[in-house]
């Protein structure tokens, strides 16, 4: 047997998500001891990393030890523990008793598209609404735990859901009819992300079917993109970054999930100019996308740049033109990624390389093609959160710069006049490519249809092109 290290148990709780639900209870473990809570278990397999079975093993005296701390256990709570006697033993030393329920079984909805209907029809459901605060009591009083510690009888609520009364007690058959319909919608809105007011142009998503991805969902996605490249490139390159680098804030949706067809990254608008932040879009077909672009209900005014499969552009521009705007292609790109480093050419000597920072705004806004009132916002992110790369001269002055988007690529490559025919945007190039690849970033760039001397520049330092996958910029602007 072999004990798993924190990295490993990282990889083992990926694989035995796709073992769910007979994995739920070792998954779960592993999920709660990723994220660094107390724990006292150790988890051995019997091979690695094709593992057949998996151990999650306590350790008693560890369990005493954390027991006894006084921070690890507040002990006016409940407490879900599988050694019942070394509980007891505790607890004794604390003066306190145990008290033990009855056991239950784990349940696991792996799909929340395969419900039915909410019964009641649409009424009920639009009626239906989130506890707060000031039902506290109300639900203590009617939980079979809960009132005084001893569990009073139960009481069924005296409303639910605005138009749903309920008179006396309930029936086996009634309460099993209500426990669907509450548990139909809960999924549905667990599937669903919140929507959010529109305010100052602030909001993306007025009402929203997508649902936000977090945490753990966001190193799945990443895993998953993946085995879509190079139709991913862009969103997975974006995702990658997401978790890797604290920048502006940006959001990432799924239409459905674990089993996505669309990913959409969507930065956060909280300043002016944040609009022009790129809008990214993955879809595995156009049925998809129009569908999940129709029920996300989007304030197309709110972004002005998007980046899509040029495949789907009667899509794009249909949509934003339901939605009174209009969608113009300002530019059709291919993709350029580098696979090995080592053909690299050695950097030339004399050179002084260094990083931009903010004091550079002005001067690589100025020289980027696509400037515009608003862009100098996307450009500061790129400058000081993403990598960047610079020649300096003899005045530690920028003569030349290359940048990295919040989606990955290498972008905004330029040189001052005065310094060009020197070499410095292969130099640039190169050095650059070796910064990502040092840090395991992805290699790669996009250059422009027609741009010839740029695809020269990166196919003579051994970037490939994938002809398959054209990518497709979009201005929406309202006239």
Not at 200 to 205: A, D, I, K, Q, V
Not at 272 to 286: L, N
Not at 359 to 378: D, I, P, Q, R, Y
Not at 408 to 420: K, N
Request: hydrophobic residues 35%; proline residues 6%.
């Amino acid at each position: 047997m072999r004990i798993l290290s924190r990295q490993e148990m990282q990889v083992a709780k990926q694989l035995l998500q796709k073992h769910i639900p007979k994995s739920l209870k070792v998954y779960g473990l592993l999920f709660a001891m990723n994220r660094n809570r107390p724990n006292t278990l150790e988890v051995l397999v019997d091979t690695w990393p094709e593992f057949k079975v998996v151990i999650c093993r306590p350790d008693p005296q560890a369990l005493r030890r954390v027991l006894r701390e006084e921070p690890a256990i507040d002990w006016s709570t409940g407490l879900d523990v599988s050694n019942a006697p070394m509980l007891r033993e505790v607890l004794s030393e604390r003066g306190a008793s145990m008290r033990s329920f009855t056991p239950g079984r784990l349940l696991h909805l792996p799909d929340c598209s395969a419900l039915h209907p909410a019964a009641g029809g649409s009424e009920l459901v639009s009626r239906m609404t989130s506890l707060n605060d000031s039902h506290v009591d109300l639900v203590n009083r009617t939980w079979k735990l809960g009132g005084d510690g001893e569990g009073p009888p139960h009481r069924p609520p005296p409303q639910l859901g605005g138009s749903l009364r309920v008179k006396g007690r309930l029936g086996q058959s009634q309460l099993r009819s209500l426990t669907k319909r509450l548990l139909r919608f809960d999924a549905a809105r667990r599937s669903v992300s919140h929507s959010r007011e529109e305010s100052s142009g602030s909001g993306w998503w007025t009402q929203s079917s997508a649902m936000e991805l977090n945490g753990e969902q966001l190193e799945i996605v990443e895993t998953k993109l993946k085995s879509f490249l190079p139709y991913s490139q862009l969103v997975y390159s974006y995702v990658f970054l997401r978790n890797r680098i604290h920048s502006d804030p940006v959001r990432i949706l799924a239409d459905r999930w674990p089993d996505f067809r669309v990913i959409i990254c969507q930065p956060e608008l909280q300043q002016d100019g944040d609009g022009f932040k790129d809008v990214c879009i993955f879809a595995k077909d156009e049925a998809s996308l129009e569908e999940t672009m129709k029920k996300a209900n989007i304030s197309w005014s709110a972004h002005r740049s998007w980046g899509v499969d040029n495949r789907y552009e009667e899509t794009v521009k249909a949509l934003a033109l339901e939605n009174n705007m209009h969608a113009r292609k300002v530019a059709v790109c291919h993709m350029i990624t580098l696979e090995d480093v080592s053909s690299l050419p050695p950097v030339p000597s004399g050179l002084e390389f260094g990083s931009l920072d903010e004091s550079h705004l002005n001067l690589v806004s100025g020289s980027w093609k696509f400037s515009c009132e608003g862009s100098a916002t996307m450009i500061r992110d790129m400058i000081t959160h993403f990598p960047s790369c610079c020649v300096l001269d003899a005045d530690r002055q920028p003569v030349a710069w290359i940048l990295v988007y919040a989606s990955g690529f290498m972008g905004m490559l330029y040189t001052l006049p005065q310094h060009r025919r020197r070499g410095l945007a292969s130099a640039l190039v190169s050095c650059m490519a070796r910064r990502l690849h040092a840090r395991g970033f992805p290699v790669y760039s996009s250059v422009e249809e027609g741009n010839w001397p740029s695809y020269r520049l990166f196919s003579s330092l051994g970037f490939t092109k994938d002809p398959s996958y054209p990518l497709a910029w979009f201005r929406v602007s309202s006239s």
